[in-house]
């Protein structure tokens, strides 16, 4: 019996003193070395638990409890310890020793999510400031993508002379292709200037976010000072030439923007416009009462006495005779095809290249005669859509200072200035579109009641 009991302690004893039962023998120093190891895997498992519970404290204890929840839901249950060996649990168990194992799982983001910060906002709203406005009602179907990849504006210069340019443009297509109805037609604005534009932040204002709808072209011979870079006249300047009032030359001036505008087959009406001029109404009312008119704005009149009829020269027969001269405002809007027949006239332009000189000029006498003499009066409205006050008299319209731009002036002029026209075929009071002669020291009252009166540049 007694040695039954000494052979079952002998079973049960730990592996390291079976060792020494059964190897009685062994070296005290092989004892030494195997201790010291046993040693060092201690020390080794105490110091990885103090690490692990200085990085767990230093966690934030919001995120710790989460990794905490989501380890002990996602983790398996604990094995049973083997019956057999009888091993009697530690005195002081703790989850680590009772895991199967570490949860890589979720271990393994070890760096923390950045603390809440703004950057998400703004990166949302630069991406949303980026994406371009949604395009207008009438320009769908994809329409705004072609437009915005189209080189509009910053390519009007070239070297061609006077003569290949209006016959390039004579040649050009009235723009009923299938390539002219890819994108929206255009209104084709043609600036002629002396060598600045006063009013230039306010027609910024008047074309801002309208872009595709339009074309600038300024006959300049230094235009100064220069635009900006992000102007809507940047690049906009044709090749120009010297222009002297009252010469043939301010009339070539504007047949020369009129066939650098029709190289452009998008350019479907054209608006002569001068740097004292400013727009009664915002680009999308100009845009529609220019594109739904079934006629252009072309002023001819068949005046008698020395301002009118007194300036025919005789010498202009047979092309041009006593009873189809006109005349007229120098402002005009036209459609395609009539700005077509202008540059590619032959007949009329060279006789009065020849015979017209002061008290004829060219500006107030060609188009008014050339329109009359080829019978478009049917296709004219026979007013201009600029307003100018000729009541005081002489040669120049009055002029429009700082002290005389108030509200009610602007919207008079809106409401036709006292006058009634018509607009394919109805009677209406909104004859214009434009006004002048403003001097340059208006322009911060026009920008003032812009926004309340004239609809643009709030």
């Known amino acids: 019996m ?108 070890s760096p923390l999510p950045p603390p809440p910060t703004p950057a998400p906002t703004t990166t949302t709203t630069t991406t949303t400031t980026t994406i371009p406005p949604p395009p207008m009602p009438h320009m769908q179907g994809g329409l705004m993508n072609n437009v915005m990849i189209e080189p509009s504006m910053g390519a009007n210069m070239h070297d061609m002379t006077d003569e290949e340019l209006l016959r390039k443009a004579s040649s050009m297509s009235r723009g009923k292709g299938p390539e002219e109805r890819r994108v929206p037609p255009k209104v084709a604005f043609m600036f002629l200037v002396r060598g600045s534009l006063p009013f230039a932040p306010l027609w910024e204002k008047f074309f801002k976010g309208h872009k595709g709808l339009y074309s600038i072209y300024v006959h300049a011979q230094t235009l100064h000072p220069p635009p900006h870079h992000t102007s809507v006249f940047h690049g906009t300047t044709i090749p120009s030439k010297a222009v002297q009032w009252g010469s043939m030359s301010m009339m070539e001036a504007e047949r020369r923007l009129l066939a650098n505008a029709l190289l452009d087959p998008s350019n479907q009406r054209f608006v002569l416009l001068s740097e004292a ?32 009829r007194g300036r025919y020269n005789k010498r202009m027969r047979p092309q041009i005779e006593p009873r189809q001269w006109r005349k007229g405002s120098q402002w005009f809007g036209m459609d395609r095809a009539l700005a077509v027949e202008v540059v590619s006239d032959g007949v009329y332009f060279p006789v009065f290249q020849r015979h017209c000189r002061p008290p004829c000029y060219g500006d107030e006498h060609y188009l008014p005669t050339f329109v009359n003499a080829r019978s478009i009066g049917g296709r004219n409205a026979n007013r201009s859509l600029t307003w100018v006050d000729w009541s005081k008299g002489g040669a120049h319209p009055a002029r429009f200072v700082r002290q005389q731009v108030n509200p009610g002036m602007l919207a008079w002029m809106r409401n036709g200035g006292g006058d009634r026209c018509t607009y394919n075929g109805r009677n209406t009071t909104m004859c214009y579109l434009f006004a002048r002669k403003f001097l340059p020291n208006s322009l911060n009252r026009l920008e003032l009641y812009a926004p309340k009166v004239l609809g643009f540049g709030r």
């Open 277 to 308: 001029c400013v727009p009664l109404y915002n680009l999308p009312s100009v845009y529609s009462y220019l594109m739904n008119s079934t006629q252009s704005f072309v002023g001819m009149y068949d005046i008698p006495g020395p301002t009118g």
């Open 2 to 109: 007694k040695g039954q009991q000494q052979h079952q302690q002998e079973e049960f004893a730990p592996p390291l003193l079976r060792l020494l039962l059964v190897f009685p023998a062994i070296n005290s120093q092989l004892l030494k070395l195997i201790l010291s190891g046993f040693l060092l895997i201690t020390l080794g498992v105490i110091g990885g638990g103090i690490i692990t519970t200085s990085y767990l404290n230093s966690i934030n204890p919001a995120v710790l409890i989460q990794l905490r929840y989501n380890i002990l839901s996602t983790a398996p249950p604990s094995p049973s310890p083997a019956a057999p060996l009888n091993i009697p649990p530690p005195p002081t168990p703790t989850p680590t020793i009772s895991s199967p194992s570490p949860p890589p799982p979720m271990l393994a983001p």
